[in-house]
């Protein structure tokens, strides 16, 4: 180790005395102007991590669905998945390090992890449209090269694309080609496959409204229009040539509010989606004749995939296991749904992908969608293998016709993979922490019919998330607002106290 370059570079990115922040949800997050040392410390650990695994490691500059002032920043470990939890932990000591102690901690890593010094590392970068993105990338790569590490960096690109990209680096191109372009043109050509043999006499109607948050996804999208067939009439909005990012729009926003976001004009029935900050959440909705709103969120989606895949599933005649997983803040109608009619079993995990991701590995296929728009679908290797197979063979033409649809679908989808007062168990659905706050939770769920609550510190944002559903909006909305109160009593809140309407 270099420990004069460390050194040399770790006084360009001193640390702010005292911040103490966390690997939290999808790694570090909170105001732009605090993250520069955070951001170049993560270049250090993700040249340890590249050395340890002998593989490409991706580090993306983003806050996602956050506001334009935060930013942030994560790890892609060498399959495309997040971080493994034991590095999530050695990035939060390796952040909160006095200047002092930075050479320990590397050490100390170094140690516990077995970390072969001599192992060439090999980083990629990417980043979102936030005006603080460029300057902490730069950070990001002061780390690398105060390490010695080598990098490429991709500049603005979509959380999922540098997924991809460190997936395509790893597997030596077998997964794709480790470039926007290859992105592009494995997913295209799986989409118009699939839309090809789904889609029977060619008249249903393929427009489509997109909110891009004012973020990445609108740049992204304009690239991969010229992929796309033209009778797909994307109509982008919020396309980040006016307006703040994730500011009354974006998938959070409509997910939250459940309504339109701003900027997009929609008549009865006109299909429309929003993505968030980095194009890694989408949710779908439309406006009926009527004038209501009706959103098609994470759950309805995984609900739709796990019908559509079990379908093509009977017609090949393979008894694979499909599973679904899902976070505490599924709707309870949607896991019903799910395990008493489409008889799939659902298992709930802590919020963040990587939890999802973990658990629906176990599955032959594993859907996992949180309600806000984040998932995916995961194949294992030997369903991968064997679909693949049948979709070569000789047989019946339905069946070769449904197995060439369930490998497109496997190439469509890229599957890479003070609030702490409050503490949660069982998947985030009990508080333990503080006393009597679950007691009193129970308490306000019993007033209301088909209802369900619960609480938990973000991982994200300063703040803590209160879920509340029963029979109808308006005693959803007096439920969250009475368990927002018993939070602010209970835990200590601070600033406006939630009024009871
Ligand atoms: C991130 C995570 C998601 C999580 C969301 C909210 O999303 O990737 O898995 O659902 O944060 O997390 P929390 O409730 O802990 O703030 P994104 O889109 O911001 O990366």
Same mark, same amino acid.
């Given at each position: 180790m270099d420990l004069n370059a460390i050194t040399k570079f770790s006084a360009l990115h001193a640390k702010p005395d005292g911040l103490i922040l966390q690997y939290g949800t999808a790694g570090f997050r909170t105001k732009a102007n605090c993250l520069d040392h955070v951001m170049y410390r993560m270049g250090l650990l993700a040249v340890l991590r590249s050395k340890q695994t002998k593989s490409t490691i991706g580090v993306m500059v983003t806050a996602s669905h956050n506001p334009e002032e935060d930013n942030g920043v994560k790890l892609i470990d060498p399959l495309g998945e997040m971080l493994a939890p034991s590095w999530e932990e050695h990035a939060t000591c390796l952040a909160n390090a006095e200047e002092q102690n930075v050479h320990a901690v590397l050490a100390e890593i170094c140690h516990r992890e077995a970390v072969n010094q001599q192992q060439k590392a090999m980083i990629i970068i990417g980043r979102d449209t936030r005006p603080s993105s460029e300057k902490l990338s730069q950070s990001v790569i002061?780390?690398?090269?105060?390490? !010695?590490?080598?990098?490429?960096?991709?500049?603005?690109?979509?959380?999922?694309?540098?997924?991809?990209?460190?997936?395509?680096?790893?597997?030596?191109?077998?997964?794709?080609?480790?470039?926007?372009?290859?992105?592009?043109?494995?997913?295209? &050509?799986?989409?118009?496959?699939?839309? &090809?043999?789904?889609? /029977?006499?060619?008249?249903?109607?393929?427009?489509?409204?997109?909110?891009?948050?004012? !973020?990445? !996804?609108?740049?992204?999208?304009?690239?991969?229009?010229?992929?796309?067939?033209?009778?797909?009439?994307?109509?982008?909005?919020?396309?980040?040539?006016?307006?703040?990012?994730?500011?009354?729009?974006?998938?959070?926003?409509?997910?939250?509010?459940?309504?339109?976001?701003?900027?997009?004009?929609?008549?009865?029935?006109?299909?429309?989606?929003?993505?968030?900050?980095?194009a890694d959440r989408i949710v779908y909705y439309y406006n009926d004749a009527a004038g209501h709103f009706h959103l098609i969120d994470g759950d309805k989606i995984a609900t739709l995939i796990s019908s559509f895949l079990k379908e093509l599933l009977l017609e090949v005649g393979e008894n694979l296991k499909i599973g679904v997983v899902q976070t505490a803040y599924a709707n309870g109608s949607s896991t019903q749904y799910l395990e008493e009619i489409m008889k799939v079993p659902v298992h709930c995990t802590k919020t963040g992908v990587k939890h999802l991701h973990h658990k629906a590995q176990e599955f032959d296929i594993g859907v996992y969608f949180e309600a806000n728009g984040h998932g995916?679908?995961?194949?294992?290797?030997?369903?991968?293998?064997?679909?693949?197979?049948?979709? &070569?063979?000789?047989?019946?033409?339905? &069946?070769?016709?449904?197995?060439?649809?369930?490998?497109?679908?496997?190439?469509?989808?890229?599957?890479?993979?003070d609030r702490q007062v409050i503490d949660t168990t069982d998947a985030e659905r009990r508080a333990v922490r503080p006393v009597g706050l679950q007691e009193a939770i129970d308490d306000l769920v019993k007033k209301y019919r088909s209802s369900r609550a619960f609480?938990?510190?973000?991982?994200?944002?300063?703040?803590?998330?209160?879920?509340?559903?029963?029979? /109808?909006?308006?005693n959803a909305d007096k439920l969250a607002t009475e368990v927002s109160l018993a939070v602010f009593q209970l835990a200590g809140g601070v600033g406006e106290r939630p009024k009871l309407v």
């Open positions: 002061d780390g690398v090269t105060a390490l !010695g590490g080598q990098y490429h960096d991709y500049g603005l690109v979509t959380t999922p694309q540098l997924h991809y990209l460190v997936c395509c680096q790893n597997t030596n191109g077998q997964y794709g080609k480790a470039t926007v372009e290859g992105y592009y043109q494995k997913l295209s &050509k799986a989409f118009v496959d699939l839309t &090809k043999q789904t889609f /029977s006499n060619g008249n249903e109607s393929r427009a489509l409204k997109i909110d891009c948050a004012s !973020g990445i !996804g609108a740049l992204k999208l304009k690239e991969m229009e010229h992929y796309l067939p033209r009778e797909l009439s994307l109509h982008l909005f919020n396309d980040g040539s006016k307006g703040k990012l994730n500011h009354l729009c974006g998938a959070d926003f409509v997910k939250s509010h459940q309504k339109l976001p701003l900027g997009i004009e929609v008549k009865p029935n006109e299909r429309c989606c929003s993505f968030d900050g980095d995916t679908v995961l194949f294992s290797k030997t369903a991968e293998t064997k679909i693949r197979q049948l979709a &070569k063979e000789e047989m019946d033409e339905k &069946k070769r016709k449904a197995a060439m649809m369930l490998e497109n679908v496997i190439d469509l989808i890229n599957q890479v993979a609480v938990r510190p973000s991982g994200t944002e300063d703040v803590v998330r209160v879920y509340a559903e029963a029979d /109808s909006q308006e």
